[in-house]
């Protein structure tokens, strides 16, 4: 008997040895630095400025405004949607043709005052126009504005009167050249952003385009901004009923489809590429090869729940989500996701939202989140002069990109969720020799672009960078090398 029980505990001893020793092995693993390779002699195309959002810096009740903190950014595109929400005074077709029996083609008609003041400021950050027509989301119990138009040609009348209002300087207006004209917003979202069925969506779509179309050739005209477009089974793409009839009736009706606009929020960093390469499959597929992907919709949802966001959730729990999303982990998730759509098949991005709040870039009182300085990081890569190759990205966990001009490089590095502590990076061909000065940025739990490391580098470079950080470290010649 105690034999047996020996024995039985030498070999409960070595299993638990055995654990230890691989626990060690992983952990050593983990300590170990990342290596990433830069090569600065084999340059590619330019930095695709995808860094685009929702809302303008105007900023509701008019206390303050946030222009030069957005114009820093270097937003290629803003999307008017949710402006001013929860009570929006601007954009939506309801705020600025009040009388829905009104006559479409009189200027006395139309209320454009606030949203020309809205919409200027937009221009003022240096960003271009990418206007939705239609109305905002409405949560509330009694739904006023997000319902079919009783008679849609006069809608229709009604979104040209918009257009030329801000092209043709049509009703005292602008020639701002807006080129992008969304209709309507996730349709499939019922009942909050539409009371109708699908099919009186489609007959919106169907006049409406073809309408603004006709007038406007020129201009790029698109939806249906869907919040579901279907989802991943087996690693396969099944799309929406929606999605499948909306493509079935352009393609059959030969509708103007200049870009396809879609939705996801999401903690799955490569959700965003899988999903954008999917929706360009499926338009080539329809025959659809020369209409744009726009992903105008996009932020990290923590756990991939609504449930901490739903009129059920307690605030703690409402702030805490939204405290991850614009805190270090939606940073890094921002910085890495926008690095990895470089090479997806996609046209435009827009995060929701470029403004106060939560999903927002801001807190209420206009102080810059981390997931701001997410966007600075970014903009200063795709400014930083041309991309050059990288190697050793682990993608859906830890990206990084670089680029180079004649006087210095950047490179950019975002652990989103691996465990490496330091990334180890190899710098190879730097143009002015194997030595240079650096000086990084961090965005992480203790830092928000503050100036962190700064030194030399001699062909190698140490970066410390755990998960739910991103690094932007400056790279110049060495004094007297140039």
């Known amino acids: 008997m105690r034999r047996v029980i020996s024995g039985g505990r030498g070999l ?8 230890l020793c691989l626990l060690s092995i992983f952990q050593t693993r983990a300590e170990e630095p990342l290596l990433l390779e830069v090569d600065f002699a084999r340059t590619n195309q330019p930095f695709r400025p995808l860094h685009g959002v929702n809302k303008g810096p105007d900023v509701a009740g008019g206390i303050f405004n946030l222009t030069e903190a957005q114009r820093q950014l270097g937003i290629p595109f803003t999307r ?56 905002s989301i409405e ?9 079919p138009p009783a008679a849609l040609d006069h809608w229709a009348d009604v979104c040209l009167g918009v257009i030329r209002h801000y092209n043709e300087g049509w009703a005292k207006g602008f020639r701002y050249d807006i080129q992008y004209w969304e209709i309507w917003n996730e349709p499939e979202n019922r009942p909050s952003m539409w009371s109708g ?8 779509y169907k006049v409406a385009a073809r ?12 939806g249906p901004a869907l919040g579901y477009s279907g989802q991943f089974k087996n690693g396969r793409f099944e799309p929406s009923a929606f999605l499948l009839a909306f493509l079935a009736m352009c393609k059959k009706e030969s509708l103007p489809l200049d870009f396809l606009s879609w939705h996801c929020y999401t903690a799955d960093l490569s959700e965003l590429v899988q999903r954008s390469k999917a929706i360009r499959q ?14 105008n919709e996009w932020n990290y949802l923590p756990n991939n729940s609504w449930k901490p966001l739903s009129k059920s959730a307690g605030p703690e729990a409402r702030e805490r989500c939204y405290g991850e999303m614009s805190g270090p982990a939606g940073a890094s998730f921002i910085a890495a996701a926008l690095l990895e759509l470089q090479d997806a098949p996609i046209d435009v991005c827009n995060l929701f939202h470029g403004e106060v709040g939560g999903f927002g870039l801001f807190s209420e009182n206009g ?14 890569l795709v400014t930083s002069g041309t991309r050059v190759w990288v190697r050793g990205a682990l993608a859906g966990r830890l990206a990084a990109g670089a680029g180079i001009s004649t006087t210095n490089a950047v490179l950019l590095l975002s652990n989103f969720s691996d465990e490496h502590s330091s990334c180890e990076v190899v710098l190879r061909n730097l143009p002015w020799g194997t030595e240079a000065s650096f000086e990084a940025r961090r965005i992480d739990a203790h830092s928000r672009w503050q100036p ?9 470079l140490q970066i410390i960078l755990k998960k739910n950080s991103v690094a932007l470290v400056e790279l110049r010649p060495k004094r007297g090398a140039q």
Not at 84 to 94: A, G, L, Y
Not at 197 to 204: C, G, I, P, S, V
Not at 367 to 380: E, G, I, K, Q, T
């Open 367 to 380: 102080v810059p989140a981390h997931n701001y300085y997410a966007l600075r990081a970014f903009d200063a």
């Open 139 to 147: 949560h509330t119990r009694v739904k006023r504005f997000v319902h």
């Open 211 to 222: 309408k603004i179309k006709s007038a406007c050739p020129n201009l790029k005209v698109g």
């Open 452 to 460: 962190a490391e700064q030194g030399m580098a001699a062909g190698r």
């Open 12 to 19: 409960w001893l070595g299993w638990v040895s055995l654990l």
């Open 197 to 204: 069925t699908d099919e009186d969506y489609l007959r919106l």
């Open 282 to 295: 499926l338009l080539d597929q329809h025959g659809f090869r020369q209409t744009e992907s726009h992903l």
């Open 80 to 135: 008017l949607h949710d402006c001013h929400w929860p009570v929006p005074d601007v954009v939506d077709i309801h705020v600025v043709f009040p009388r829905v029996d009104a006559d479409a083609s009189s200027p006395a008609s139309f209320d454009f005052a606030r949203t020309d003041d809205y919409v200027a400021a937009v221009r003022q950050t240096g960003a271009k126009i990418i206007y939705r027509l239609g109305e």
